[in-house]
T-cell receptor, first 114, second 115 residues
């Protein structure tokens, strides 16, 4: 049982380049989330999805787009990367309702924007 | 503003010793509080959850306490092991006015256990 899998694990981009981070979960969770983790700050929610075909903005959505075409996958896109987007990105998933705060996290994707 | 503050920021202890990590929150209305352990280079993993009515909950060598009146929680680790070296993150869930929950993450306490 893989849980939550993120790809790639590491990536280096130049300013202005685009890329997509892929998150896949095999637990049949309805909810999926993308967070970023920066030194000295708590995890911050970028975007989330409460079901296939639906997405919503979190705390820090600017510069990112997401898509949830299939229930098991949640994609995070950067259209024009900026150095401020250098961070570690975590995908998470959960059940809805009372289980919505029991998150299962992926291992993280470390992104560096030069 | 809903906030979660953890202390200390970092801690070094010798193997076999006990330690206590603190979490203070201003989140309201409170739903529950969860402690996560994050190993270096990994995603956070849930240790325990505390609801409004619970004062103490144990999970092996980990014991979490909650005082909902003072809005404080602590995580006590007994007989520490090298594998306890990690960041411990306090996460508080609060109820949105339109329904659903929102999570607020603390910045974590970095624990290092040494021989």
């Amino acid at each position: 049982n893989a849980g939550v899998t993120q790809t790639p694990k590491f990536r280096v981009l130049k300013t202005g380049q685009s890329m997509t981070l892929l998150c896949a979960q095999d637990m049949n969770h309805e909810y999926m989330y993308w967070y970023r983790q920066d030194p000295g700050m708590g995890l911050r929610l970028i975007h989330y999805s409460v079901g296939e075909g639906t997405t919503a903005k979190g705390e820090v959505p600017d510069g990112y787009n997401v898509s949830r075409l299939k229930k098991q996958n949640f994609l995070l896109g950067l259209e024009s990367a900026a150095p401020s987007q250098t961070s570690v990105y975590f995908c998470a998933s959960s059940y809805p309702g009372a289980g919505a705060n029991v998150l299962t996290f992926g291992a993280g994707s470390r992104l560096t924007v030069l | 503003k809903n906030q979660v503050e953890q202390s200390p920021q970092s801690l070094i202890i010798l193997e076999g010793k006990n330690c206590t990590l603190q979490c203070n929150y201003t989140v309201s209305p409170f739903s529950n509080l969860r402690w996560y352990k994050q190993d270096t280079g990994r995603g956070p993993v849930s240790l325990t959850i505390m609801t409004f009515s619970e004062n103490t909950k144990s999970n092996g060598r980990y014991t979490a306490t909650l005082d909902a009146d003072t809005k404080q929680s602590s995580l006590h680790i007994t007989a520490s092991q090298l594998s306890d070296s990690a960041s411990y993150i306090c996460v508080v869930s609060y109820i949105l006015t339109g329904g659903g929950n929102k999570l607020t993450f603390g910045t974590g306490t970095q624990l290092k256990v040494e021989l």
